[in-house]
């Protein structure tokens, strides 16, 4: 994760010094400021957003004494301190953790969360939330994104000017093209960098909860909810969960595949969950199923491809 982010950022500076080269453009300090600037602004006002957004109602102890237990103990075990507690009035299960810093950060879940998962299930899910906020994950995610934001600006300076002198406007359409293409490489590279965030915060929360299965059956759950449930959503929560569906667990939604099919059959023994032996079991069924085309789409998503990070959690059974 930090040698790409390094790569990110040798891009990013080669980038701006070339573009410091044309005299006549704007200096870059300009775009770096109105980019920082949204990024900060967004930091300031996110969790109210996010808050408002998606119905949250924060929770007292009494108001929900297992959702409220389970973080607690979650949270004491990573050693940090205690997060706020909300649930959501969205019609999906999902949980996702937001915030400025760790002692600012909200854990939420939806409504049906806690109504599919058992116990054991939702405290997996709880510490992979817990293990993004101690890994500053929404930190790291908002800095990065101020990189192709400013790309973007880069490139719309340079499609807009005019020069007089003919080696500066050669320049200039080279900077142009270099700052669109890094624009598109940056966002794929944040994408791919969430991706990793999902797999730390499974092998986190299997390493404070101590039950990879527990994991996997609570993926298998939502994944399955999102294919089976007879209603779809509506239009305004599609927009809602597109504002925030990088911070949360799983995909927000999933259509009928051959790869959900393998998924359906994971559940060998039909009780609605997977197991320790049924996870072991499911790792060697997804072996060739996964093709070009799985891999194309999960460069463009924000989470692992669905069987793969199920498979993984196999790796932790001891």
């Known amino acids: 994760m930090f040698i790409v982010v390094a790569l990110m950022f040798a891009l990013f500076y080669a980038l701006i010094a070339a573009l410091m080269y044309l005299a006549n453009i704007k200096l870059p300090i300009v775009y770096v400021v109105i980019a920082t600037s949204i990024i900060g602004l967004q930091y300031v006002i996110g969790p109210k957003l996010v808050d408002l957004i998606m119905k949250v109602r924060y929770v007292k ?11 607690s103990r979650v949270a004491s075990k990573a050693g940090i301190s205690m997060p706020r507690v909300g649930v959501s009035d969205i019609s999906i299960p999902n949980a996702f953790a937001y915030g400025r810093t760790i002692r600012d950060a909200r854990v939420c879940v939806t409504q049906p969360l806690l109504s599919i998962l058992d116990d054991s299930e939702l ?3 709880i510490g992979h939330e817990i293990a993004h906020i101690k890994h500053r994950d929404m930190l790291i995610m908002t800095a990065l994104s101020v990189i192709p934001l400013i790309c973007y600006y880069i490139y719309l300076s340079t499609l807009f000017s005019s020069y007089s002198n003919r080696d500066r406007g050669a320049v200039a359409l080279v900077v142009g093209i270099a700052a669109l ?3 598109f490489v940056t966002e794929l590279i944040i994408l791919y960098l969430s991706r990793i965030r999902e797999y730390y915060a499974d092998a986190r929360s299997v390493e404070l909860i101590g039950q990879p299965d527990a994991m996997a059956s609570a993926l298998y759950k939502l994944a399955r909810y999102n294919v089976m449930r007879k209603e779809r959503i509506g239009e305004e929560e599609a927009k809602k969960l597109e504002f925030i ?6 995909k927000p ?3 009928v595949s051959r790869e959900i099919l393998v ?10 969950k ?8 499911f790792k060697e069924k997804i072996k060739g199923v996964l093709g070009l085309r799985s891999r194309i789409a999960e460069a463009f998503s924000t989470h692992p491809n669905m069987l793969k990070r199920i498979a993984r959690l196999a790796d932790y059974i001891s």
Do not use: C, T, W
């Open 61 to 71: 102890p009494h108001e929900n004494p297992r959702l409220y237990g389970i973080v």
């Open 263 to 272: 998924l359906m059959d994971a559940d060998v023994n039909g009780d609605g």
């Open 253 to 255: 939604s999933y259509s």
């Open 181 to 183: 293409v890094m624009y």
């Open 245 to 250: 569906k990088a911070f949360l667990a799983v």
């Open 123 to 125: 405290e997996a899910v």
């Open 274 to 281: 997977i197991d320790s032996y049924e996870l072991l079991q």
